[in-house]
């Protein structure tokens, strides 16, 4: 089952901040977080536990709420360099090969 | 780093041909993986390997098959392309779950083009 991510596009200016949301209407185990820039791969950011737990990546955060089933990436003062789409990606059980992901959120940030 | 590397950038090819996609990846991940990318659709799961000759179907195999012989190689095969299969496809590799890298390595992608 593919989470829902919101908003589908972002558009900020450098130094703007803006919050990402992935959603399951099931239980998770795990969310991972990815970037694609237009033309390359996706690039694995983080990936968030069962738990609570936040990570970062530079000034990337993200929070997950298994009692919500979602998480959120936090982009914070962003950069030039954070315009991408953003993918999240979930697994539902601990011996779960795959991923189900999102269908983007395509952040825009101009100087 | 790890690399994944697929074949083709970009493949065009005619109804009803058999078309395959190649994957390599060089770290010895056990796991490998075929995405298909539509625009607001993300990323769709068409089938995958979690170990040298084990397959499973994926969200949308309809269509595809797969063969994974050698443990560093995953192929996606088009057993009579159509046009709704015009698309970007990914191929990506990871460790086992339960090691400490988890996350996924994806290829550059090949788009497909069936006229």
């Known amino acids: 089952q593919q989470p829902v991510q919101s908003p589908q596009a972002v558009i900020l200016r450098e130094g703007e901040d803006a919050v990402i949301n992935c959603s399951s209407s099931?239980?998770?185990?795990?969310v991972h977080w990815y970037r694609q820039k237009h033309g390359e791969a996706p690039v694995f950011l983080m990936i968030?536990?069962?738990?609570?737990e936040q990570k970062g990546h530079e000034k990337i955060s993200a929070s997950f709420n298994e009692k919500k089933q979602q998480s959120s990436l936090y982009l914070t003062a962003s950069q030039l360099s954070y315009s991408g789409t953003y993918f999240c990606g979930t697994r539902e059980r601990t011996y779960d090969y795959k991923l189900s992901f999102g269908a983007g959120t395509t952040v825009t940030v101009r100087a | 780093d790890v690399k994944v590397t697929q074949s083709s950038r970009y493949l065009v090819k005619r109804t009803g041909e058999k078309v395959f996609l190649e994957c390599v990846q060089d770290m010895d991940h056990e796991n490998m993986f075929w995405y298909r990318q539509d625009p607001g659709l993300g990323l769709r799961l068409i089938y995958f390997?979690?170990?040298?000759?084990?397959?499973e179907k994926g969200d949308i195999p309809e269509g595809y098959s797969v063969s994974r012989e050698k443990k560093e190689r995953f192929s996606l095969i088009l057993e009579s392309a159509s046009t709704n299969q015009t698309s970007m496809y990914l191929c990506a590799s990871r460790a086992f779950p339960g090691q400490k890298v988890y996350g996924y390595t994806f290829g550059s992608g090949t788009r497909l083009t069936v006229v």
């Open positions: 099931k239980a998770l185990y795990s």
């Open positions: 390997s979690y170990d040298v000759k084990m397959k």
């Open positions: 968030l536990l069962k738990g609570g």
